[in-house]
């Protein structure tokens, strides 16, 4: 065939290397608001069901860029991709962008490989929980709080009233367990290649080379780069997307109402985006 033909004709019938699915995985985890989605299954299962359903693909890239967020929704995704991957019998290779942290590292411990750029930020395998105490706030401007339980407990970690030792006891519990989980699967998805180091564990993170050493990831490169020397100078990554237009917006709730100049933005979007800040400040970001 002609060169100048071949160009203009769609890659599936012109030939070349092979197709290497692309799945981005970017943004907090967690669901979010109808204007910012968060990161959750439903928002990338149907992407990672075309990523792995291509056909004669070689391997599966998830390109991650994540500061952590929802463990439940970092665990949910996790799995997906791990059934997937033993259904299709397609290993996986994480390649990480900016950062992947907290529950964006424990995805990335869904891949097979985990590839990282020299100034990636890796890690913080920990679990925090962060509120205000307002209870000194509403006392100063004369607010009185009014609260009606069936339950002693009901208003455990109340914002508004001062913190009881029990509630902070109760808390604790929960995140030992979760990070005990967390510690576990890494464990046992990185096996051998783990340090020792006792701050492996403590919610530290570090860039690319160290998190080499300390076993946390395998090799130091980028996608287009390491898939071409994995499967050949003329190997295709190929982006996969998911649902696009209406649909997603339908998926997220849609948005709530709509003013002469677009959107109307919620205090619920406000409070979401000062979150998301704060987790990609946490590492400088």
Known sequence: MFPSLKRLLPARFAGGGPVVPVVRLTGAIGVGTALRPGLT???VATALD?????KKAPAVALAINSPGGSAVQAHLIFRRIRDLSAEKGLPVIAYV???AASGGYMIACAADEI??????????????SASF????????????????????RKVTLDPFQPENPEDVEHLESLQREVHRHFVDLVKDRRGAALSTSEELFDGLFWIGPTARALGLVDRIGDLRADLRSRFGETVRPKLVGGERGWLRLRAGGGIAGAGPSGPLVSADDVLDAVERRAL????GL
């Open 280 to 283: 990609w400040s946490r590492y």
């Open 50 to 54: 075309r990523a792995f359903a291509v």
């Open 97 to 99: 962008e900016d950062v």
């Open 133 to 152: 105490g307002l209870d000194r706030l509403i006392e100063r401007w004369g607010v009185e709080r009014r609260v009606h339980t069936a339950g002693r």
């Open 115 to 128: 590839v990282a750029d020299p100034s990636s930020i890796v890690g913080s395998i920990g679990v925090v």
């Open 41 to 43: 299954l439903a928002s």
